[in-house]
């Protein structure tokens, strides 16, 4: 059973940092792509950012986050990190941890992606 579980969420003032971790079993870590997505109120869930080994290394971010987050992993223990600095009120979302496999193009198609986690709150403000 593949599960993916993510923690590290929480308040935070504005400028400020979290790192979200996203602790995963029952899948070959490196040869699926890893997602973050986040999901504001009312709005639609988004991507983040993703990260991708199989074919050497390959991270993308959305223009939103560029610059400001970091996606990471440490293969010892199957977890992927979203790094977060500068956080903004406009950051404020419940994120999700994903993966997929690599079939295709990569992008932030929600349709494509095969496994979620639970999600974790970050809520920004002063």
């Known amino acids: 059973e593949v599960q993916l579980v993510e923690s590290g969420g929480g308040w935070v003032r504005p400028g400020g940092s979290l790192r979200l971790s996203c602790a995963t079993s029952?899948?070959?870590?490196?040869?699926?792509?890893l997602y973050w997505f986040r999901q504001a109120p009312g709005k639609e869930r988004e991507g983040v950012a993703y990260?991708?080994?199989?074919?050497?290394?390959?991270?993308y971010y959305a223009g939103s986050v560029k610059g400001r987050f970091t996606i990471s992993t440490d293969d010892a223990k199957n977890t992927v990190y979203l790094q977060m600095s500068n956080l903004k009120p406009e950051d404020t979302a419940v994120y999700y941890c994903?993966?997929?496999?690599?079939?295709?193009?990569?992008?932030?198609?929600?349709?494509?992606?095969?496994?979620w986690g639970q999600g974790t709150q970050v809520t920004v403000s002063p």
């Open positions: 990260i991708s080994k199989s074919s050497g290394l390959l991270t």
């Open positions: 994903a993966a997929r496999r690599p079939v295709g193009l990569l992008d932030f198609d929600i349709g494509s992606v095969e496994f």
């Open positions: 029952g899948l070959a870590f490196n040869d699926y792509v």
